[in-house]
């Protein structure tokens, strides 16, 4: 019986193995092996799962051995390369506090963090350049903002400016009389830029109870990572935010009670334009609460919607390939790459993939036919009757 249950899943398997995707893209040809990054048109990844385990990519010379790749979204790649320098010439005059470092040439720097022994502070920085200490020219003025004791605590001690070739750099932190420089930290920041595309949305709004909340409406699912609030100028203001999705909603005899999740929560300010970063995910619409508390609510004029480039990156050998997905039973697959990411150049040329064929029927094979040819199951499943009605015969006489 164990052998005869054995033939009869095998005489199954093709049933099931073609039912397991709903859809099918083809690749462009690669007519050289090597390393190649596959770019997924963004009306694709809506139809994925969340955690987009259920793509899988095919050599259609084999349509049962899975090609390896790794999962890459956009982000912005951020390297900091620490810097070590002496400060001299620490002095005050009125309300400025001053301090002066030597550059070497090999080593730039772009970046400064402050660290007080206070807590609580609010002034601007100037940065100034020499090669004499005679002549100064200004660089940039930025401002650094601490608040502590308060709903929210916040904090922005980094200035960033150009490198330059200046020998000499100067600080000047106004309004820091009373300030206690307790650390200074110099980097060399530099910042590759991932793709991202702009989404267009409608944007509703409205206040209650001491919040404003601001609904984006997509025409589409789109998969989104980060956020830009445009706020009207000529405003001060520090608030807690939160942005949330909605995942679903119910009707009722009361009207309609929409359900949302956690996106992101944190804090903007009239200090300096943000950009909120979050975990990709793909939405239909999102929830941005600003709380006001007691004061006059915050004047959005827009609301910018990024989202991610997604890709597969792979090695593959000359030929053609398909991309098939969408199946809710799918798990995220365990592939070696993923431990060799170093031997990845860092350029890679890209594929692109056809638009979307025909989907395929997912069906249960006692349910539905798999081929429209009625007299193909009919076959099929005679065998299968005759071979059980082989062995049970067998296995009376056995007795």
Same mark, same amino acid.
């Given at each position: ?12 398997? @093709? ?9 099918? *893209? ?10 190649? *990054? =596959? ?27 899975? !090609? ?23 002095? *005050? ?22 660290? /007080? ?19 100064? %020219? ?22 960033? %400016?150009?490198?330059?070739? &200046? ?16 650390? =200074? ?8 830029? #991932? ?45 807690? +935010?939160? =942005? ?26 009239? %200090? ?5 970063? /979050? ?8 929830? +941005?609460? +600003?709380?006001?508390?007691?004061? @006059?609510?915050?004047? !959005? ?6 989202? @991610? ?14 991309? *098939? &997905? ?18 990845? @150049? ?15 029927? =997912? ?7 798999? %081929? ?6 009919? #076959? ?9 009605? /082989? ?9």
């Amino acid at each position: 019986m164990n052998r005869t249950n054995s033939l009869i899943a095998f005489l199954l398997l @093709p049933l099931c193995s073609l039912a397991q995707f709903t859809y099918e *893209r083809k690749v462009s040809e690669v007519t050289q092996s090597g390393w190649y *990054r =596959i770019s997924l048109p963004a009306e694709l990844l809506p139809k994925l799962k969340t955690d987009f385990a259920d793509i899988r990519l095919y050599s259609s010379s084999n349509n049962t051995t899975e !090609i390896p790749y790794l999962l890459q979204i956009a982000k912005d790649e951020i390297s900091q390369t620490p810097v070590s320098l002496e400060p001299f010439n620490l002095s *005050r005059q009125g309300a400025a506090l001053f301090f002066t470092v030597k550059l070497n040439p090999n080593e730039p720097i772009n970046s400064i963090t402050l660290n /007080f022994a206070q807590q609580n502070y609010d002034s601007e920085v100037t940065v100034e350049g020499s090669f004499n200490q005679r002549e100064w %020219f200004k660089i940039q003025t930025s401002r650094i903002i601490s608040l502590a004791n308060t709903p929210v605590n916040y904090i922005y001690n980094h200035i960033t %400016f150009p490198s330059s070739t &200046y020998t000499y750099l100067r600080f000047t932190i106004h309004k820091g009389a009373h300030l206690t420089l307790d650390q =200074i930290n110099f980097h060399q920041n530099k910042t590759v830029k #991932g793709v991202f595309t702009e989404i267009a949305s409608s944007l509703l709004s409205e206040t209650i109870d001491k919040r404003s909340e601001f609904n984006l409406v997509f025409n589409q699912p789109v998969l989104l990572s980060r956020l830009s609030l445009e706020a009207s100028p000529d405003q001060q203001f520090y608030r807690s +935010v939160s =942005i949330d999705w909605l995942y679903d909603s119910i009707k009722s005899e009361k009207g309609v009670h929409y359900q949302y999740q956690p996106l992101y929560t944190g804090v903007i300010s009239s %200090f300096k334009q943000d950009t909120l970063h /979050f975990n990709p995910r793909v939405v239909k619409q999102i929830r +941005v609460i +600003v709380y006001n508390q007691d004061n @006059p609510p915050v004047q !959005i004029k827009r609301i910018h919607a990024w989202a @991610p480039q997604v890709y597969l990156v792979t090695n593959l050998q000359a030929g053609t390939y398909t991309l *098939r &997905y969408g199946n809710e039973k799918m798990f995220i697959p365990n592939y070696d790459i993923e431990h060799f990411t170093k031997e990845i @150049p860092a350029s890679l040329p890209e594929l692109q993939v056809s638009s979307e064929l025909k989907p395929q029927q =997912i069906t249960e094979p006692e349910t539905s036919p798999w %081929f429209k040819n009625k007299l193909w199951m009919w #076959g099929a499943l005679g065998i299968i009757v005759v071979i059980l009605g /082989f062995f049970t015969i067998r296995m009376l006489r056995e007795q």
